[in-house]
């Protein structure tokens, strides 16, 4: 098995330009619903995946401490976490497998976007 696996779907939530706060612990978050490629090697790695609504989910996090994970348009280019949507974009995240015994749970190390949401442009957390 792989350290670095590739998951692809769309976006369901997303803790990337504004980390997630819980319980006094502050996270990078991204939680994709699998399609058929990235379910397939979800299951094959032996990832946690959660159905929702009869969609299979999964969920990779990142620790504040270790910088925000990197975010690539769609021509591979480096941009920044603003380009990401906060839900509907098709993506392919890279991610670290846990050590044992939490080898089932995900890392996040970068996203590409795939494809934009319809109608979404580049995120402005000023608009909020």
Same mark, same amino acid.
């Given at each position: ?14 803790? /990337? ?14 939680? !994709? ?40 348009? #769609? ?17 392919? !995240? ?5 050590? #044992? ?6 890392? /996040? ?20």
């Amino acid at each position: 098995m792989a350290d670095y696996v590739s998951l692809t779907g769309e976006v369901v939530f997303n803790h /990337i330009g504004k980390p997630d706060v819980f319980m006094g612990a502050s996270n990078y978050k991204i939680t !994709i619903a699998l399609d058929k490629k990235g379910l397939k090697t979800a299951e094959k790695e032996g990832l946690a995946v959660v159905e929702y609504k009869g969609v299979q989910q999964i969920t990779a996090k990142r620790k504040v401490d270790f910088g925000e994970p990197q975010v690539y348009n #769609a021509d591979k280019e480096l941009v920044g976490s603003n380009h990401l949507s906060l839900f509907g974009d098709k993506v392919t !995240i890279q991610v670290k497998k846990g050590k #044992a015994p939490y080898d089932a749970y995900t890392y /996040i190390e970068k996203v590409r976007v795939d494809e934009k949401a319809e109608g979404a442009g580049d995120y402005d957390p000023a608009e909020f």
